[in-house]
């Protein structure tokens, strides 16, 4: 069973930071582009950042571009996300996804809340 778990979200006030994690399980996780994506209450989904399937070339939003960090560890069969310099607007629900061709996997979000 193809499966994502996000962690890491919380509550932060405006300028900190925090690290979003997804771990994989049940696919060939170093085979698949993986990113992260957001929502907020109201908005559409939103690609945040994306990273090839050997860890290189990472591609992001221009709403995060310099303030966020994407990453992945194929050994442990998992993606990360650093935001710092967090600001209100990027509260949302932040979802990790696996793709390859048609394969499409989500997480069930992780949520980040930016409030002082």
């Known amino acids: 069973q193809e499966q994502l778990v996000e962690s890491g979200g919380g509550l932060v006030q405006p300028g900190g930071s925090l690290r979003l994690s997804c771990v994989a399980s049940?696919?060939?996780?170093?085979?698949?582009?993986m990113s992260w994506s957001r929502q907020a209450p109201g908005k559409e989904r939103e690609l945040v950042a994306v990273i090839g399937s050997a860890g290189r070339g990472a591609n992001y939003g221009d709403s995060v571009k310099g303030r966020f960090t994407i990453s992945r560890d194929n050994t442990k069969n998992t993606l990360y996300l650093q935001m710092n310099s967090l600001k209100p607007e990027d509260t949302a629900v932040y979802y990790c996804?696996?793709?390859?061709?048609?394969?499409?996997?989500w997480g069930q979000g992780t949520q980040v809340t930016v409030s002082s």
């Open positions: 996804n696996a793709r390859l061709s048609y394969l499409d996997y």
């Open positions: 049940g696919f060939t996780f170093s085979h698949y582009v």
